[in-house]
């Protein structure tokens, strides 16, 4: 729900399109002149403007019918980025550029038998690195390989691994050894969406299409899919009824997420129940990003990891912040009891 992971947008419009890529920092300047710089958001999001990439009428039904049948900005599509859709580095116009199963390294053997890697592209620049990860590699273009006593060796598809193509995990039939590294290369689409105007209306008037006018058309990058209904907005609120525990006396655990709204009403009919937080690494510091109201029996609340946050109970009303903890190098909830 949310995606339509077999809808390529149409290659003719993309290759002439423009398509690019933007983080949102935030600068806080004092009236000294100093300033604080605030990551809004980690991630980059690829936008672009398809309207550049139609040329004739027929492109412009074509694009019609594909923004209909995705329900406008409701449901994602894959789309190839004309100048970033590789695994390697080199000009992907060059029809001599092809991948190599040594182009990447997804991830490195260790004793706990890992073998499930996501798909990544690392981009360089001089000592310092963004590390990308690819979640729609495109079908029949993965090659794998793992470095085994210093010699990279490339292994076979179906046989040495599998692709899940939907979301870009390699699955290795045999976990590598420990310090061995995973190779990978790939040709890849970006997740994208588009944008609320295109969602809303596109007006074209044919006798300006004629003359080369046509309006943005834009389309942005999804950096976390999924279709909520309107009363369950980020700003709106939930209610979690029933009892803590299930019916061999365990703990019943819901989770809460920004889809299901900012102010959660916990409403346990016994306690023993818990409330767990999404992933703290997939919001932003800062907060509140949730109001957790205990209106019934007493509560935990919980990370996604499981872990002790706070103790809930009858009518506590507790405020969720998230931090980043330099010492564990992320994301950490915190509970204010308000």
Request: with cysteine; hydrophobic share 35%; net charge negative.
């Amino acid at each position: 729900m949310g995606f339509h992971d077999d809808a390529i947008f149409p290659s003719q419009i993309a290759v002439d399109s423009t398509f690019g890529w933007g983080f949102q920092t935030a600068i806080l300047t004092s009236q000294s002149g100093s300033e604080q710089r605030v990551a809004r958001r980690e991630v980059p999001q690829h936008v672009g403007d398809v309207s550049t990439g139609i040329l004739d009428p027929e492109q412009l039904l074509e694009l019609k019918a594909f923004h209909l049948a995705r329900r406008g900005a409701l449901y994602g599509f894959r789309f190839k980025d004309p100048l970033d859709h590789l695994s390697t580095d080199q000009d992907p116009r060059d029809p001599d550029t092809v991948v190599n199963y040594t182009d990447q390294v997804i991830g490195t053997g260790d004793n706990a038998g890992t073998d499930a890697f996501q798909l990544t592209k690392t981009y360089v620049s001089d000592n310092y690195e963004y590390v990308r990860k690819i979640t729609k590699p495109i079908l029949g273009t993965v090659v794998v390989g793992k470095v085994v006593s210093g010699t990279p060796v490339q292994l076979t598809e179906n046989s040495d691994f599998t692709v899940d193509y939907s979301n870009g995990i390699v699955q290795l039939t045999t976990a590598p050894d420990n310090g061995e590294d995973v190779l990978a290369g790939f040709e890849f689409h970006t997740p994208v969406r588009f944008e609320e105007d295109a969602d809303r209306a596109i007006e074209v008037a044919f006798q300006e299409f004629k003359y080369g006018s046509i309006p943005r058309i834009g389309i942005a990058e999804i950096l976390d899919g999924g279709v909520a209904s309107d009363e369950f907005w980020y700003g709106g609120a939930y209610t979690f009824e029933g009892a803590g525990t299930d019916g061999n006396g365990g703990s019943v655990r819901v989770a809460v997420s920004a889809t299901q709204g900012r102010y959660n009403r916990i409403d346990f009919t016994s306690g023993g129940g818990s409330i767990q937080l999404p992933s703290a690494d997939s919001v932003a510091a800062g907060g509140p990003h949730f109001f957790l109201h205990n209106i019934g029996s007493a509560s935990s609340i919980i990370d996604n990891a499981g872990t002790p946050l706070a103790s809930a109970s009858t009518n506590d009303l507790y405020q969720m912040y998230c931090y980043y903890n330099p010492g564990l190098e992320a994301n950490v909830w915190v509970a204010q009891l308000s």
